[in-house]
């Protein structure tokens, strides 16, 4: 049932995602936030030692993107505690795909912490930036949930974000960010 319910956006919803996300913190272009976090488990009896995360306890870490509604687009669950989030990522399917099917800025990016690399589609933040982002779009969550607020039909949606300008610099995460930064927020 997982591909019935958590599920990558692609055309019409991944616009809807991007708008979501401009409407609420004025980030443009961003398809979703990534972050990994640590489910507590018993110690197994076999390869006890890779279980045990950077925190000492046992757990599985687990690989989590948001849409701006707080949706899960993508969940990555198989990874042993002592696994780092940047090798979750890279060995994850969406990792894989993005790698390997990026072509644009267009396409959108990811909003991830310093636990990821920084790559043409997937941009850094400062962790406490980060929070506050995940922290308000929670919040704006359960408010429109508390006041009933009608969900919003994708053809109601106004693509209000500013357009990304091209972009000919070096095609790494460092280029794209700073292409981001100085663009949207000199």
């Not at 616009?15 to 972050?35: H, T, W």
């Not at 009896?45 to 279980?51: K, R």
């Not at 993508?74 to 990522?89: E, K, P, T, Y």
Request: aromatic share 10%; net charge neutral.
């Amino acid at each position: 049932m997982k591909d019935d319910f958590i599920s990558w956006p692609y055309n019409q919803r991944k616009n809807l995602i991007r708008a979501g996300f401009y409407e609420k913190a004025a980030f443009p272009n961003v398809v979703g936030c990534i972050d990994g976090t640590h489910i507590r488990i018993t110690g197994p009896s076999i390869d006890e030692p890779a279980f045990v995360n950077r925190k000492g306890f046992h757990s599985i870490n687990v690989q989590a993107i948001c849409d701006h509604e707080g949706r899960f687009t993508n969940i990555s669950a198989r990874w042993l505690g002592a696994a780092h989030d940047s090798h979750v990522f890279r060995t994850s399917a969406i990792g894989q795909h993005l790698e390997n099917g990026y072509q644009r800025i267009g396409q959108g990016v990811l909003l991830g912490d310093s636990g990821y690399p920084c790559r043409q589609f997937l941009i850094r933040m400062k962790p406490d930036k980060a929070c506050r982002i995940i922290i308000a779009c929670g919040i704006l969550h359960n408010i429109a949930i508390m006041r009933n607020e009608p969900e919003v039909a994708e053809e109601q949606l106004i693509d209000n974000q500013p357009q990304m300008p091209p972009y000919n610099g070096p095609q790494d995460g460092k280029g794209i960010r700073d292409h981001f930064a100085t663009t949207f927020f000199a």
